[in-house]
């Protein structure tokens, strides 16, 4: 199964870059109509929300949609896709960053919690603790 790395998803999603967009749908469309499911691996899963969030100015609700989307298309296939959904729905139902709730949603699956962590936002992440600095 081929993988994608976070430029071709920006590219695909953005469309900043015309012949790069016309590159990563070429791509994505061959791999598709030789029946090919493109696998995304869970650190670029990560690295899409910041890119979106910090390059391009994705709101929350934004970026919420974006990946949502992409879950939901059977072309896809994620790395820990079920740690992917419980990380949006934290993330939609909590101020942490994607990124924190996606580390407390892959501690969970593989059944080790809590994730300690010293950020505050993180701490209040149902399966995270917050270490006191005392």
């Not at 949502?68 to 990380?87: D, I, K, M, T, Y």
């Not at 993330?91 to 699956?109: M, T």
């Amino acid at each position: 199964m081929p993988a994608l790395d976070t430029n071709i998803l920006v590219r695909f999603i953005v469309q900043d870059d015309a012949a790069q967009f016309a590159a990563a749908k070429r791509l994505i469309s061959r791999c598709v109509a030789d029946g090919a499911t493109l696998f995304v691996p869970v650190t670029v899963t990560i690295e899409l929300e910041w890119v979106l969030r910090s390059s391009f100015g994705f709101g929350k609700s934004d970026v919420l949609q974006t990946l949502s989307g992409l879950l939901s298309s059977r072309e896809l296939n994620f790395e820990s896709e079920h740690a992917v959904e419980v990380a949006l729905q934290l993330f939609r139902q909590s101020p942490a960053d994607f990124a924190d709730c996606l580390h407390v949603a892959l501690a969970a699956q593989a059944g080790e919690q809590p994730l300690w962590t010293f950020d505050k936002g993180a701490g209040r992440i149902n399966g995270a603790r917050l270490v006191a600095k005392t």
